[in-house]
């Protein structure tokens, strides 16, 4: 069964803060995705990535970066938090042209 | 660019009525359709997929969904919901380029059933 695990399920931190995101996945996927979550608007593609030390911009890449150094890790980051990234993160993984797979989310609130 | 639209943010159905949530796509070429599934505190769970081929798709949990090219549609049905089914649902369009399939989503639909 395929796991895709996000280091936090709940995070709180500071504006200005940097904030780091953790993803991994266990089935040796080349794709990985960065996805934030808003009532209403569905989920919105952040950042993917294709590969080790491949990534690209997704529909609303401004305020984030991204990081692959390890084909089962994709981490997020915020790199100086502001009130209007309080939302839900998801990540996923995937084979190329096959479904995406889940993580459990992680909601994080910028105070 | 490739849009989804769910008309329904909420709909609320009877344990034992049928089900039917609507989607509605934008998108150039051939679509890749999907039907996932979110519950409280969870991540999303694929229900079914559209690649190609027979339009009437069946899923997992006693879903289906139904490809109408003609209306840009894929609907999402149940014909008996079940109270595990209260849970939020999203859409959403798939294309192809250099990674694959890449996802636009829908704003989702929340069910809520009735006793």
Redesign the interface.
Known sequence: DVK?TQSS?YLVKRTGEKVFLECVQDMDHE?MFW?RQDP??????IY?S?DVKMK?KGDIPEGYSVSREKKERFSLILESASTNQTSMY?C?S?F??????????TRLSIL | AQS?T?PD?HITVSEGASLELRCNYSYGATPYL?W?VQSP??????LL?YFSGDTLVQGIKGFEAEFKRSQSSFNLRKPSVHWSDAAEY?C?VGALN???????????TRLMVKP
Do not use: C, S
């Open positions: 895709v399920r794709n996805y209403g608007l569905g989920l919105r593609l993917f294709y690209e998801l996923a995937r190329t042209g096959k479904p995406q797979h889940f993580g459990d989310g | 989804v769910q943010i999907f996932y505190g969870q991540g999303l769970q694929l997929k999203f959403a250099n990674a694959g399939n890449m996802l636009t989503f829908g704003g989702g």
